[in-house]
């Protein structure tokens, strides 16, 4: 039984590690995207700052995201051109 305790203790220790790795890469690549990106009033900053560990949330607001700037280049490639 002491064995099968120690396996289960090592198992969970390194979930726990994997976890942390986890979470300090995604708060990693928040700050960069904090850093990159023109602050602006949109739900990819509210969902940074309100430190929101969903997902799914982030990645719809980096694909609105996407989309808006992919939206203002288009615009501004216009006026270039004209």
């Known amino acids: 039984f002491g064995v099968l ?3 289960l203790d090592a ?3 390194e979930a726990e590690k994997d976890f942390e790795r986890a979470k300090q890469l995604r ?3 928040l700050g960069q995207i904090v850093g990159v990106l ?3 009033s949109s739900s990819l900053f509210t969902l940074i700052a309100d430190n929101t ?4 949330q982030l990645t719809q ?3 609105g995201g996407f989309s808006y700037y992919k939206k ?8 270039y051109d004209e």
């Not at 560990?53 to 799914?56: A, P, R």
């Not at 203002?72 to 006026?79: A, D, G, P, V, Y």
Request: glycine letters at 0%; charged letters at 45%.
């Open 27 to 29: 708060e990693h690549l």
């Open 53 to 56: 560990e969903n997902l799914h």
């Open 11 to 13: 198992k969970l220790k």
């Open 72 to 79: 203002c280049i288009e615009e501004e490639q216009k006026q």
């Open 38 to 40: 023109p602050q602006r």
């Open 61 to 63: 607001a980096l694909d």
């Open 5 to 7: 305790t120690k396996k």
